[in-house]
């Protein structure tokens, strides 16, 4: 009898202690995320952490954690978060892992928009659009995620052609460059073949054709002398 009353007793207080749980969660949760829309983003990344420490498979919570990280700028704390989510939440709430999977994109996007390097911005680019593409294989009708994607797909491509066109520039330029520095070597060159012998004739040549040049000139007419008769 005793026995039976013990479990009886334990049994209660289990259920009291997993509805304090979720009491607790919900409350936190709740504050968490009047945090978030006020403004208070420190205040709602603690909520969200007390819900985490209370539950550490509370996707929802997992997710407005990095949610409220992406809202402070710490971009590498929400993607360990949302590619969390993704993992646990897959089987169980794919509607989730789409948002986390469009976030993802956000994020690869807006450093392709900040990185100088042509390569890194394109990197950046084709992370997002592989993200955007996993998030639409499960909410095919998302429009938000269609739309960044495909402005991906534009600023891509338009990297991709400014990259190649700096290309060309490069290559043409530095042709030039050796082509005018080869120039002067080749007129050195060119001295440097005269041949002496062949030389002199071509003076002697030159100096016959202007003789010649002189004969062929008019001739003032000469005055005749002696009476005009």
Known sequence: MRNHVLSVLLLLFGMNVNLFSQTETWTEMN????????????????CY???????????????????????QGDAENALKNYKKVISSAKNSDKPLCAKSFHNIGVINQSAAVAAKDPQMKQRFLQEAIASYKDALRIEPNADDTRYNMVLCMKQLKKSEQQQQDDQEKDDTSENKSMQDEQKPQNDQKKEDNKDPQTE??????????????????????????????
């Open 200 to 229: 002199q004739l071509l003076n002697y040549a030159r100096q016959k054709e202007q003789q010649a040049k002189e004969k062929m000139k008019p001739q003032p007419a000469q005055r005749v002398r002696g009476k005009n008769w």
């Open 31 to 46: 504050r968490g995320r009047k945090h978030f829309f006020k403004g208070e983003l420190e205040e709602a990344e603690r």
């Open 49 to 71: 952490d007390k819900v985490l420490a209370l539950d550490s498979t509370n996707n929802r919570a997992r997710y407005n954690l990095a949610d409220t990280y992406l809202a």
